[in-house]
C-alpha cells in the first residue's frame, strides 16, 4: 500500500511538472516535440507529442494520395522503436505500440489549426533498474524536428533536458 501512494504521489509530481514545462514553451511549436519517459519497476512508458508539420512536413487533412502515402511511411518508421530510441541496458521489450496520426484525417482545423502526431511505446523490461541512458534517434531522420523537450522518471529521481540533433542522450540520473 504504502509503495502504491508513493508511486501515484510521485506521478501526480510528474504530471504537475510535464503541465508546467509544456505551459512554459507553449503546447504547439513547430519543431518542437515533447517527450515524457517514466520508469516504474520493470515498465518503462514512452509518450511523444510533435507537430505534424515536423515529422510530415505537412499539417493539413490528408487529401491526395501521395499525402496518405507520406502518411503511412511515417507510421511504419515510427512504429520501429529502434528508429525513435534506444535504452543503453535493461533488456527492454516492446509490449504495446501506439501511433496516434488521426489529426491528419479529421477536418476540424477550423477550431484546431494544428495537427500532431503522438507516440505511445510501452515496455517491459527485466533489468529496468540498469536503464543509465537512452538515446533519440529521431533528428536525422526528420531535420523539421529541432528540439524535443524531454521529461523522465524513475522511481526514484525525475529530471528534464532539452535535445537537439548534437545532444541526444537522455542520463536517469
Ligand atoms: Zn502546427
Known sequence: ?????????????????????????????????????AIEKNNVDLNLIAPAESLLGFEYKVTTPEEALKVSAMKKHLSEHKNVIHFDSGECQIK?????????????????PHAEISINYQFHCPKANEISSATLK????????????????????????????KNTKINFQ
Open 138 to 165: 529521431l533528428f536525422k531522420h526528420y531535420n523539421k524536428l529541432k528540439k524535443i523537450y524531454a521529461m523522465w522518471l524513475t522511481s526514484s529521481q525525475q529530471g528534464s533536458i532539452v535535445l537537439d540533433d
Open 96 to 112: 504495446h505500440v501506439n501511433i496516434n496520426s488521426s489529426d491528419m484525417l479529421n477536418d476540424d482545423h477550423h477550431e484546431h
Open 1 to 37: 500500500m504504502f509503495i502504491l501512494l508513493k508511486v501515484a504521489a510521485a506521478i501526480c509530481i510528474f504530471s504537475a511538472v510535464s503541465a508546467s514545462a509544456a505551459h512554459e514553451h507553449s503546447a504547439h511549436i513547430h519543431g518542437h516535440a515533447e517527450l515524457t519517459i
